[in-house]
């Protein structure tokens, strides 16, 4: 399986990114995409993530600026984010594991190499 992250970059306080990742590979009929981040100096974090039945989870941080949402069809997962703040600031990434969602990174066995993103 091979995750590739694409729409990272940099925008001013308030502006918007839509973050792509998608699964090559991928066959499992039941699984979980999310989105983590590491910022420096920092562990990393969720943001999001979102099963096969399009069952989501946010983390505080990003509830009401952040969607996330599933092509099952083209096994590709989205991260609109609006309203970004300086605080989002960090290394996007992609994990993938089969079943259902974890809010622990260890718990996933694929990821993406990241896309960074920078708010200013």
């Known amino acids: 399986v091979q995750l590739v992250e694409s729409g990272g970059g940099s925008v001013q306080v308030g502006g918007s990114l839509r973050l792509s990742c998608s699964a090559a590979?991928?066959?499992?009929?039941?699984?979980?995409m999310g989105w983590f981040r590491q910022a420096t100096n920092s562990e990393r974090e969720g943001v999001a993530v979102?099963?096969?039945?399009?069952?989501?989870t946010y983390a505080d941080s990003a509830k009401g600026r952040f969607t996330i949402s599933l092509d099952t069809a083209k096994n590709t997962m989205y991260l609109q984010m609006n309203s970004l703040k300086p605080e989002d600031t960090a290394m996007y990434y992609c994990?993938?594991?089969?079943?259902?969602?974890?809010?622990?990174?260890?718990?996933?066995?694929?990821w993406g190499q990241g896309t960074q993103v920078t708010v200013s």
């Open positions: 994990a993938a594991r089969p079943g259902a969602c974890s809010w622990k990174d260890q718990d996933y066995n694929n």
């Open positions: 590979g991928y066959s499992d009929a039941s699984y979980c």
């Open positions: 979102i099963d096969t039945d399009g069952i989501t």
